[in-house]
Structures are given as structure tokens and as C-alpha cells.
């Protein structure tokens, strides 16, 4: 019985632990500020695939002329991708359809993109996509911006 005891504990306790590294992963990601909540489904087919499958969520955080996005539901303190402003070119823009609707957030709009040849779709809010649209278009004098 006090072992069982005993190992409830243990247990509890890195379940704990770990609900907390986690949020603290979060807040340390969020401290330097310019960060938003973003879906990413890296690689997709030319056809609109609205099955749903793919997306993953994450938090998106602008660093120069980068956006690092990172999966929220993971330990690593490195983002998952980097996406670089002078390399993204916007390919168009829509609104969630079929079950790709269940799987993002209410509210999210669908940007496509290419990123080094390799398409990818975006996910985020209304406001989070005039920023980050606001800051493609605010390149440096010379860079080529590409936006639908």
C-alpha cells in the first residue's frame, strides 16, 4: 500500500513538473514580444486539401527579418521553423472549409505561401494577418515582397 502510495506521488509530481516547464516554455518563447497564435502545414499538395490533416498548432514570434514558429504542444525551446522575409512569397489567401474548420482555431484565416520552393499554409487570426502581412510589406529598402 506505501508503495503504491509512493508511486501515485512520484507520478503526480512529474506530471506537475511537467505542466510546468511546459507553460514556462510558453511564457519564455512569449517574453521578447511580437508573438501570435498560428497554425502551419508545411509541404502542401497544389490541390486545396481540406481534409483537415496536417496542421499543427504553434505560436508564431517575429525576430528581424524572421519568423520563428514554434509547436506549442512540444518541450523544445528551438523553433520548429524559420521563415525568412525576403523568401516568402504569398500565393493567396482563404477561409477554412470541410473539416479544416474542427481543426483550427474559429476564427483563422488560411494564408498560402512558398518558402524556398516548398508550399506551406498559415493559419491565424484576422489581426494576427494584417500584422504579419503589415510586416512583409515592411521590408527593407531592396528586398523583394511578394504579396497577394
Not at 5 to 30: D, M
Not at 39 to 49: A, C, G, H, I, Y
Not at 55 to 60: D, E, M, P, T
Not at 124 to 135: I, P, Y
Amino acid at each position: 500500500m506505501v508503495l503504491a502510495l509512493t508511486v501515485c506521488g512520484i507520478v503526480v509530481a512529474l506530471v506537475v513538473l511537467g505542466l510546468f516547464v511546459f507553460g514556462l516554455r510558453r511564457r519564455l518563447i512569449q517574453r521578447s514580444g511580437g508573438t501570435f497564435d498560428c497554425s502551419l502545414r508545411w509541404d502542401v499538395p497544389e490541390k486545396t486539401d481540406t481534409s483537415g490533416k496536417g496542421w499543427s498548432y504553434g505560436v508564431a514570434r517575429y525576430n528581424g527579418d524572421r519568423v520563428e514558429w514554434y509547436r506549442v504542444f512540444s518541450y523544445a525551446y528551438r523553433p520548429r521553423r524559420v521563415l525568412e522575409r525576403a523568401a516568402i512569397e504569398v500565393a493567396g489567401r482563404r477561409l477554412p472549409e470541410g473539416e479544416e474548420e474542427l481543426a483550427l482555431l474559429s476564427d483563422a484565416v488560411i494564408l498560402t505561401c512558398v518558402h524556398r520552393g516548398t508550399r506551406l499554409e498559415l493559419a491565424m487570426s484576422e489581426d494576427a494577418l494584417t500584422g504579419f502581412l503589415a510586416w512583409l510589406e515592411a521590408a527593407p529598402p531592396g528586398q523583394r515582397v511578394n504579396v497577394a
